[in-house]
């Protein structure tokens, strides 16, 4: 098993670029997560999904879109870059409800926004 | 508010001593409660879960405990070694099902040989 993969590992964006950071799990988890996480801060939930074609906000929602098409894959889309979104992204799934809290995290994209 | 606090000083401890680490929250009544471990540059990793209805849970050189009335976990990893250096992330579930974890900042273990 990949477990949970990201891509890309790093970006740098200009103000205003759009873009689509990339997250898969192959491990048929329900539950998918988009987080980031900033120095001095705890992981902030973006986005989260409870299994295919559901998606609901989290914490700080603002500037992002996610959809779930596939159990497999949960994108995050950036619609217009701020500098406010300069972080590390992490994407987290788990089972759900059948094995509660347990999250598996991918490695991250670092995200730099000018 | 609601919130969940994590020393955000590091604990330096050396090589062979308990490391103990602390996480409050307030406003939450979790069912129950992780910790995660997370070096530099990497995604955090699942160490422990404890529900609110134990005491104590331990896997090989961890141990925690949930004390509700108290609104506090403490994590401990007995006989530290220089690879247990790395940061340790309390979370809890504010009753959401599993699907809005709240995670605190972490803190910064050092284990020296």
């Known amino acids: 098993n990949a477990g949970v993969t990201q891509t890309p590992k790093f970006q740098v964006l200009k103000t205003g670029q759009s873009m689509t950071l990339q997250c898969a799990q192959d491990?048929?988890?329900?539950?998918m997560s988009w987080y980031r996480q900033d120095p001095g801060m705890g992981l902030r939930l973006i986005h989260y999904?409870?299994?295919?074609?559901?998606?609901d906000q989290g914490e700080v929602p603002n500037g992002y879109n996610v959809s779930r098409s596939t159990t497999e894959d949960f994108p995050l889309r950036l619609l217009s870059a701020a500098p406010s979104q300069t972080s590390v992204y992490f994407c987290?799934?788990?089972?759900?409800?059948?094995?509660?809290?347990?999250?598996?995290f991918g490695p991250g994209t670092r995200l730099t926004v000018t | 508010s609601q919130k969940i606090e994590q020393n955000s000083e590091a604990l330096n401890i050396q090589e062979g001593k308990t490391a103990t680490l602390t996480c409050n929250y307030t406003n939450y009544s979790p069912a129950y409660l992780q910790w995660y471990r997370q070096d530099p540059g990497r995604g955090p990793v699942f160490l422990l879960l404890?529900?609110?209805?134990?005491k104590e849970k331990r896997k090989e050189r961890l141990k925690v405990t949930f004390d509700t009335t108290l609104k506090q976990s403490l994590f401990h990893i007995t006989a530290s070694q220089p690879a247990d250096s790395a940061t340790y992330l309390c979370?809890?579930?504010?009753?959401?099902?599993?699907?809005?974890?709240?995670f605190g900042a972490g803190t910064r273990l050092f284990v020296k040989a």
């Open positions: 404890i529900r609110e209805n134990e």
């Open positions: 999904s409870v299994g295919a074609g559901i998606t």
């Open positions: 987290a799934s788990s089972y759900g409800l059948a094995v509660p809290g347990e999250q598996y």
């Open positions: 979370a809890l579930d504010p009753n959401t099902g599993g699907f809005k974890t709240i």
């Open positions: 491990m048929n988890h329900e539950y």
